[in-house]
């Protein structure tokens, strides 16, 4: 395995006691699974369209997942806990 694979699979369970420790810094995990980046772009190549036609129809909001959608998650609201779990996708 490696170490990104480790610390990615451990993220979500480091996140909630990193919030404790840091409180009242708010700590957030954003995992938002395949985002369509120009990286996706460059990687896809012509199968591009492809994986986005697919996207669309697999995921549950029925589009493409952009990096805005993963933005929000980063506001500051007032109401936003110190730690908090979202599946963007």
């Known amino acids: 395995m490696s170490i990104a694979g480790a610390v990615t699979a451990a993220l979500p369970s480091l996140t909630p006691n990193l919030a404790i420790e ?13 985002v369509d980046m120009p990286l996706s772009a460059a990687l896809l190549g012509d199968q ?14 029925g589009r493409v997942v952009g990096p805005s959608d993963s933005a929000h998650y980063c506001s500051d609201e007032p109401q ?10």
């Open 22 to 34: 840091i409180a009242p810094v708010r700590v957030i995990l954003i995992a938002p699974g395949s």
């Open 48 to 61: 591009l369209e492809k994986r986005r036609d697919q996207l669309r129809t697999t995921l549950p909001i």
């Open 80 to 89: 936003r806990r110190s730690c908090q779990k979202f599946r963007a996708t």
